[in-house]
């Protein structure tokens, strides 16, 4: 059922028993129904804005880095509520490796025109028209956080038009093409994985050979991603990851992570026994419905 608001109407009126990636303001007012629990978790999800890197003018590491600059994440969380925690780092919290990286990239409007100067578009001036895709109906407040992205670009002299798509509509633009690139020049959307090995985000997402939304080709994140995946202990692993790998994906920014996503979910008091994944997956073998 994509439209949130149909899917806690049919949890109230009896139709379902269970649903989730609640709107925060629809998971505050199911805490006051008597006859509803409510539930909340870390996931193993992050929310990013990817970068299409092989495509101007997000080619250029300091065009990515001056939009990242541009984009005021405090205000992002502030929109998305309990449904989001602060990242700073391009994997969970629950996946091996995680650590706050310590210089990654935040607001900062005088860095950003430094940068863009820097990379011969003054005030934004010369950039072209840039898509920025994003579905509606998913993840909560996409369409709300989006347009406020949008504003905070367009301030530092982007010019960005925002697409929002239905789920299904935005799936299909999602993944680069035959060619090697996809639409759009910014996409939003979140990696889950249903284990704590990080490489499940960070290849996928980052090894040229895959990259599957951003089509990020560099030979540096390529060399740290085969370091640390063939470590030959897990301490060694983990201070590749820690020290090396995310730090480089923060400087190079292929993308840029959002939040981590926190599962909001609400259930009837009826409904007992639900063990609910960080991947998303919900066990109910032993669940009984009274």
Known sequence: MPDANTRVLGLLNGQYHLTERLEPEQFESLKKEANVTTDKSLSSENKYLHFRCNKPPFDDVRVRMAAVHAIDRDQILAIVGEAGQASNCHIS??????????????????MCQKLLAEAGFPNGQGLPELEYITSVGFYPKTREYGELVTAMLQEQGFNVKLTTLEPAAWEEQIYRRADGQGPGHIIDVGWITGSPEPDLVLRPNYYSKFALINGVNDPEIDASLDKERNAESTEERLKVLQEETLPLLAAKVPSLSLYSSVFLRAMSNKLQGAYFYPNGPIDLSKATLG
Not at 93 to 109: E, I, N, R
């Open 93 to 110: 919290p629950v996946k091996f490796g995680y650590t706050d990286v310590p210089d990654y990239p935040k607001f900062d409007p005088e």
